[in-house]
């Protein structure tokens, strides 16, 4: 009987899962336009005179534009094809762990 409680037991652990990020390579591709745009804005932020348009305009748009739109966007995006191959692949563990845990714990008493 002791067995068939840490069986049950094990199998209720083996369900909590982590926290992870996984970067494709849709994401490291995003997140390097991010930081050729930041490359870029910090060219035209040096190269112009300090009154002009591309040094107080254009170029602090494109700072914005690296730093707050494209590497947060490039780390929190989530390509639908790898989410669902997780899903298929943890239905396929949950369909093994719960026929293995239905074949140790029963209740019916012997002798």
């Not at 994401?27 to 390097?32: F, K, R, T």
């Not at 591309?54 to 914005?64: E, F």
């Not at 845990?101 to 209740?107: D, E, G, I, Q």
Request: proline letters at 3%; glycine letters at 6%.
């Amino acid at each position: 009987m002791a067995k068939a409680k840490t069986s049950n037991i094990k199998s209720k652990k083996a369900k909590v899962t982590l926290f992870r990020i996984s970067l494709t390579s849709k994401n490291y591709i995003i997140i390097g336009l991010g930081i050729i745009l930041i490359i870029i804005g910090y060219i035209l932020m040096g190269i112009s005179s300090v009154d002009g348009f591309v040094p107080t305009v254009l170029s602090p748009r494109l700072l914005v534009a690296g730093y707050c739109v494209a590497i947060p966007f490039g780390i929190l995006y989530k390509d639908k094809s790898v989410e669902t191959e997780e899903i298929d692949t943890k239905t396929e563990k949950n369909d093994k762990t719960e026929t293995n845990t239905k074949a140790t714990v029963s209740n019916i008493k012997t002798a």
